[in-house]
């Protein structure tokens, strides 16, 4: 492993070779492709990657965890190990949101200590650190730990702009995070917002106060981020991030490759071969073509982020998120409240977790048609100062939805927390296969454990790269006969699958169908027909019925928006206050608490932990 520039840590100056780092084994493809490259995929090219000499490739972190576990069911610590073996001359880099690690709430510090000392043990040689709010002391414990086992700090700026942030400011920042001990420092501009002469004054601010290494990632997303680069090299940044051209732009990183040909020939001269790597992103090219169900109209260059500021990383996964929600022709409202709803939270940089946390909550402001109707998890734990201080003053009426005369806290978050990693290895006891799973389970409770039984079980099959099935509505295979059967028509076979329904809309009612793996949605009237299969004529059962009835009582608990229930606080039989909290649903990956809308008893529930439910399903009856 190269290790001199980090024992040396040499500030880079003017006229220094730029290094080089790649993100198409991450951020490339978490910003365009909703993170949803395999391994495989990744294996494929990773020896041919070694051979460029870059400064580091990141591969692991940010969303990627979570994103192998949900959706890919992979293990992301055999990721992590895999690319290390097949990776062996290279720095292989990580993105670790300081107290958050790659979740979104914040964990006790032992947890985090274990997390970056298995990480290092795992592979990852630098680990870049952010905190969303820019609050140091969220960083702490982290910068403290992958410096005592000996791994590179990469201290991250969250770049933003907003009546609070100022270049002033950030140089002070870097110059508290050098005396934390970071042996570079990133700015990190994850919604491409730094132009191309706030660049120049950032960097230069930034080398008066700090003797040490500037890294500089920023996104295309608004096509400022090549000419941003090249002003911040002319001012001294010697390392900047970049993704193959067959990854690259729009919410993505600017091309590796017109960045090399730009600097090459000048003092900056970064020494790669073109050749070499034009050869491994023509077959990321051929790669990419797997995963155009995330491919999305919202990741290409859009001037309207100077606006709304989204990140890169977070555009691909609004934009399929709202296309599971049945609601990608809201994004433009989505776009407009989160500038609102940033502001009320008193300027937060977007960044993981803070965009999850303002972007959902604008989404539901728009979706359910009124502000702060519903209130996530996060939002409310926000408010009360949970995440960190807020860097501006956060609007007080906003505050007061979400918390109530609850009064936020002042002091480190982490602070309030116990230590938790005896208690989930006890939790986790028969389940967990090594120290790993037990951290994976910390991060993500629910999804973990499906994914650990899917694993004994022998049956974790990843999200498909046919059309998207998963985000349809189950339907119970009770009122189907049969679910999957092979319809002859014309002499002509079809291989039919029933893939779920939604509620009936003017007599009509949507009925999701697969056939030969290609996703048509069917409007149906009557529901009485024969269906001719090899096995003969099968008549359909009448399924008027909803697997869950619509709610139409005031005391029957249902969703605002579609999810999966992750827990359930009453059972049959309880009494409930108006308001009281009965269950959770989580959506876009933010938890929704869901409370009941009259005092009573409840009479029936509807739902177990897992299970995806809809609008307008009565989820829980409560009887007065």
Not at 456 to 462: D, F, N, R, V
């Amino acid at each position: 492993m190269p290790s001199e520039k980090e024992e040396k840590k040499e500030p880079c100056t003017e006229g220094s070779a730029v290094g080089i780092t790649e993100t198409v084994l991450r951020d490339a493809h978490q910003s365009l492709l909703a993170t949803r490259m395999r391994t495989s995929d990744m294996l494929e090219m990773a020896g041919q990657l070694d051979k460029v000499g870059y400064w580091s490739l990141e591969v692991w972190g940010g969303a990627t965890f979570d994103t192998c576990l949900r959706f890919l069911k992979e293990d992301p610590w055999e990721r992590l190990r895999a690319l290390r073996d097949a990776i062996p001359n290279t720095r292989l880099q990580m993105l670790l949101r300081g107290q958050n690690l790659v979740g979104y709430r914040h964990y006790a510090d032992d947890v985090v200590k274990k997390f970056i000392s298995r990480a290092k043990k795992n592979g990852v040689d630098v680990f870049r650190i952010f905190d969303a709010l820019n609050d140091t002391r969220n960083l702490d414990t982290a910068i403290r730990t992958a410096k005592e086992v000996g791994g590179h700090v990469e201290a991250a700026i969250c770049y933003t702009t907003s009546p609070v942030h100022t270049n002033e400011s950030f140089a002070a920042l870097a110059e508290k995070l050098a005396s934390m001990g970071a042996d570079t420092i990133c700015i990190k501009d994850m919604a491409g917002l730094l132009t191309p002469e706030v660049a120049f004054d950032l960097v230069t601010r930034l080398r008066e106060k700090i003797d040490l290494p500037i890294h500089m990632h920023s996104h295309d997303s608004c096509g400022l981020a090549s000419m941003s680069y090249l002003k911040g090299v002319e001012a001294g940044a010697g390392i900047i991030d970049t993704a193959l051209s067959s990854l690259a732009s729009g919410t993505s990183q600017p091309p590796t490759e017109s960045l090399i040909a730009a600097l090459a020939g000048t003092p900056y001269d970064t020494g790669l071969d073109l050749s070499l790597i034009s050869e491994i992103a023509d077959r990321f090219r051929e790669i990419r073509k797997k995963y155009g169900r995330y491919e999305s109209e919202h990741t290409v260059i859009n001037t309207k982020i100077l606006i709304s500021q989204i990140p890169g990383g977070m555009m691909s996964n609004l934009a399929h998120q709202l296309k599971e929600q049945n609601a990608l022709d809201r994004m433009s409202d989505v776009l407009l409240e989160i500038p609102r709803v940033r502001k009320e939270m008193g300027y937060p940089p977007l960044v993981t977790p803070s965009s999850q946390v303002v972007g959902t909550q604008a989404t539901l402001n728009v979706l359910t048609g009124e502000r702060y109707k519903v209130i996530t998890s996060e939002t409310r734990n926000y408010f009360r100062n949970l995440y960190g201080t807020p860097p501006g003053v956060v609007d007080e009426e906003a505050r007061k939805l979400a918390i109530g005369d609850e009064k936020p806290i002042d002091r480190r978050p982490a602070d309030l927390l116990e230590p938790e990693l005896d208690r989930l290895m006890r939790e986790i006891d028969g389940k967990a296969h090594s120290i790993e799973d037990v951290l994976s389970y910390a991060l993500f409770p629910i999804v973990s454990l499906e994914f650990f039984e899917q694993r004994e079980s022998g049956t974790l099959e990843p999200e498909p790269l046919e059309p998207p099935v998963d985000a349809i509505p189950e339907a119970p295979a009770p009122h189907f006969a049969p679910t999957e059967f092979i319809a002859t028509v014309h002499g002509e076979s079809y291989k039919v699958k029933i893939a779920g329904a939604g509620h009936k809309v003017e007599g009509k009612r949507p009925f999701f169908v697969m056939i030969d793996n290609r996703l048509e949605e069917v409007m149906i009237e009557t529901l009485s027909e024969i269906i001719p299969t090899m096995a003969g004529e099968v008549e359909t059962p009448n399924m008027s019925e909803s697997y869950r009835p619509r709610a139409s009582k005031e005391g029957d608990v249902t969703t605002p928006i579609p999810g999966k229930i992750t827990s359930i606080s009453v059972a049959e039989g309880d009494t409930v206050a108006d308001g009281d909290v009965v269950l959770t649903v989580e959506a876009m990956k933010m938890e929704n608490k869901i409370h009941t809308p009259i005092a009573g008893t409840v009479k029936k529930i509807l739902v177990k932990i897992g299970d995806s439910v809809n609008p307008d399903e009565t989820l829980i009856e409560i009887e007065k």
